[in-house]
């Protein structure tokens, strides 16, 4: 349905613009870095894949990990893998051929996925918070209250909730016409610089992004901060050090993945548009969409005991 639906969006498109591909400026303005540029990313890449692949083999090969938080931790590292290839191998060509074009149906095809995916990220972690706070606040209630069933189910409709938004959002957004200039300073398709190039009324399609933002992802958002402001109420009133210590660590992995993933994306999203700032809005954009990726199966493998031990077994077994 969806390849049809983009075909349909295309299709449309091309009658109604006389704009027929786009040009990614990327980091075009550093000529003599590109074959640094595409090194640098197409590790970033390998590494990138080969992390997420690993985590998501070990959630499915133990039973030891077969658990709500590690269900969870799976569907992220699978969803961290299609995100960075959404957005890292048409960048890489570039880099490595020079060619910045994109035509309307690689276009809107990459900014349909890269929002579904953010969007489904913001819902996952927002279970997962909930997952920390039933762990936290509510142990004793914990496996009832969360099971392999509900958690499967919250990851269901995380994954639907990113698709419907973004549905939405392509679809108004694919309402405009483009009569020309047809640049992008950005290494990939963004809703916001794509209307700014666009020749018709872009009102309806903004209101429609601000209430699918409010609708969507606004309380994924709220939810998690809520979660961890209980979660901190929680571990404060502890009153031996190493419990609270113990507490902290079951959820400071997540905690950190937050703490990066929406940080910059809010940075990101409320700098001005000024061209003193457009260098640090591509850097801060790296950093959710490509660096973000790389780290959290990091972060969760290097902090989480259960994982290492998960991972020294398997290693150890192959021996």
Known sequence: MTLDYLSALYRNWRNQTAVTEFILLAFGELPDLQILLFLIFLVIYMATVAWNMLIIALVMADQQLHNPMYL?????????????????????ASLLTGDKTISFRGCFSQLYFFGFLAATE???????????????????????????????????????????????????LSQLTFCGPNEIDHFYCDPIPLRELSCSDTHLSILVDFILACVFTLPPFLLTLMSYMFILASILRIPSTTGR???????????????????????????????????????????????????????????????????????????
């Open 245 to 319: 210590q113990k507490a902290f660590s079951t959820c400071s992995s997540h905690l950190t993945v937050v703490t990066i993933f929406y940080g910059t994306i809010m940075i990101f999203y409320m700098l001005p548009k000024s061209d003193t700032l457009r260098d640090l809005k591509k850097v801060l954009s790296l950093c959710f969409t490509v660096l973000t990726p790389l780290v959290n199966p990091l972060i969760y493998s290097l902090r989480n005991r259960e994982v290492k031990e998960a991972l020294s077994k398997r290693l150890t077994g192959y021996r």
């Open 72 to 92: 969870f931790l799976g569907n992220l590292s699978c969803l961290e893998t299609c995100y960075t290839s959404t957005l890292l191998p048409r960048m890489l």
């Open 122 to 172: 913001c819902c996952l972690l927002a279970a997962m918070s909930y997952d920390r706070y039933l762990a936290i606040c509510k142990p004793l209630h914990y496996s009832t209250l969360m099971n392999n069933r509900f958690c499967l189910q919250l990851a269901a409709v995380s994954w639907l909730n990113g698709c419907l938004a973004t549905t939405l959002c392509v679809l108004f």
